[in-house]
């Protein structure tokens, strides 16, 4: 896993990229409290943070974050 740090909000979060399409992201409670766009959800169900979204993708394209082949225990 990755630690990428959220360049809206500073939170910083473990993600690892299995595919293109399919990315895990590991929020706690803290940095999930302190994310403006999942606090502002009005208590319904929400697919994560755009702001983070896109900077792991730009993680990506960079190659500081790679497509895990799942070949070993995440850490």
């Not at 909000?9 to 999930?32: I, L």
């Not at 766009?37 to 702001?51: F, I, S, T, Y």
């Amino acid at each position: 896993m990755d630690s990428i740090t959220c360049r809206t909000c500073g939170n910083r979060v473990q993600v690892v990229k299995f595919s293109p399409a399919h990315t895990s992201v590991q929020w706690n409670a803290a940095t999930a409290k302190n994310c403006a766009e999942l606090a502002d959800n009005g208590g319904g169900p929400v697919r994560g943070c755009a702001a983070l979204r896109a900077g792991i993708e730009s993680a990506v394209t960079a190659g500081v974050v790679g497509l895990s082949t799942r070949d070993r225990d995440l850490l």
